[in-house]
């Protein structure tokens, strides 16, 4: 059952100073709308409960990507096309270039934003995992001014995250000047374009004489947030990766992961093929010095 | 649950090159602006959700799902539809592809496959068999099995052929 459209109001300030003084006037009261390639979705499908909303969309503020000496910022209007098309994000952070080429299809990267590819807090959101393995950093922002911290302190729990109802996500910050030799992302869905993830996997790491030296891994659709995978990393630092390390590493991830039963998949199949990206990534890791 | 009812948004557009404006919900989505206002047809609804590509516009030159982009989104814009793609009775060249290679059967997919196409031909006039697929791949038909639309759009990239050049099987089933 579709929804009333007439039951909705929607405004567009204009200006981000006057969607952050709107929703510090009236917190919780509007919700922020981007692209509107998930909550016109809902209203589409009749379940777009939010009355009151506010557009983001062609707010030039949150929609830059800059590069200072340390940082790469991408604005939270990023698209990802916009993602998909900056040659430093290409070269730099190319996992995030990649998790952007799948995330749906053209005309959803061309509306879709970061910022409420973050906010919507799906565990199976494509961008999360490869932030999580860049150690990106996460800036809100309110009328009361920013405030920053590390992306992996945002999400709290299913669909629950720290921003507050004033805030807005402004920014998402990567460190430069730190890739690893070995880069790992793989999507596992219906089909390549469109699907949501039934589970997806980044790793990046560094071997050194035969041994992990670092070692980052995340995943989507395993737990109820988009989750760092530090006990399986905890088991592979400072291990050669032989093939009784890998068996004990994918023993790790098993324990640390939650997957569910849903409408994509099963948790038995998430586990299991989550276990097996898992091998895949440290078979490139050992791969990687010889 | 009855809400107040709400205020309505002058939205003015560019439609296919002419200025037209409507009085809507600043929710209504564009597609149902351009169907119900506009009586532009041509944008078709399929799944609602932005999976199928049916309702795909250009906005501003972008490629867009117009199930997905609220009329207020939209103001300011311009709003290319099918129906802008012929020029003086004069098809466009993506349209005579489709035609000539037999890129359409219900039509339904039609009209949106031709703005994908478009759209990426604006992109990249030389895309590879990679990069139609890639384009298309928002657009979903359940008839012609693609490969004929892919076809099309490979032959967009030229000159257009039409079907007395074509070697028969490839001709268009009238």
Known sequence: ?290 | MSAAKIQLSEIRFKVNGVERSATVPPMKRLLDVLREDFELTGVKEGCGEGECGSCSVLLDGVLVNSCLVPALQASGCEVLTVEGLATNGELAHIQRTFLELGGTQCGICTPGMMLAAESLLRKNPHPDLDAIREGLAGNLCRCTGYMRIIDAVKNAIQEPILAADLAPEETVHK
């Not at chain 1, 990023?78 to 990649?98: C, G, H, Q």
């Not at chain 1, 920053?148 to 460190?175: C, D, I, W």
């Not at chain 1, 989750?227 to 994918?250: C, F, N, Y």
């Open chain 1, 1 to 290: 059952m579709r929804s009333n459209v007439s039951e909705y109001e929607f405004i567009a300030p204009g200006s981000l100073d006057a969607v952050l003084a709107l929703l510090s006037a009236e917190p919780g009261a509007w919700t922020p709308m981007a692209g509107g390639t998930e909550l016109m979705v809902a209203l589409g499908a009749g379940r777009l409960e939010q009355r009151k909303l506010v557009s983001l969309w062609g707010i030039g503020e949150l929609r830059g990507i800059t590069a200072s000496a340390d940082w790469l910022t991408i604005g939270a209007g990023a698209t990802y096309t916009d993602i998909r098309e900056n040659a430093a994000i290409a070269k730099e952070f190319p996992l995030l270039a990649r998790s952007a080429s799948w995330t749906g299809a053209i005309a959803n990267q061309n509306r879709g934003t970061l910022g409420g590819n973050i906010v919507n807090a799906s565990p199976a959101a494509d961008s999360p995992p490869v932030l999580l393995v860049y150690e990106a950093e996460i800036e809100l922002v309110s009328a009361q001014g920013t405030r920053r911290m590390n992306y992996s302190e945002f999400h709290l729990g299913y669909k629950r995250t720290v921003l507050r109802p004033q805030e807005l996500v402004m920014a998402v910050h990567l460190p430069r000047g730190h890739r690893l030799p070995v880069e790992y992302l793989r999507k596992v869905g219906m089909r390549n374009a469109m699907a949501i993830s039934k589970v997806a996997l980044a790793g990046v790491g560094a071997m050194q004489s035969g041994k992990v030296q670092t070692v980052r891994i995340a995943a989507a659709s395993l737990r109820e947030t988009p989750a760092r995978l530090s006990v399986t990393e905890g088991v592979l630092l400072g291990h050669a990766l032989t093939s009784d390390r890998i068996q004990a590493a994918r023993k790790a991830l098993l324990q640390e992961v939650k997957p569910i039963d849903d409408l994509r998949s099963t948790a038995n199949y998430r586990a299991h093929v989550a276990a097996n990206l898992l091998e895949e990534f440290l078979n490139q890791m050992a791969a990687s010095e010889s």
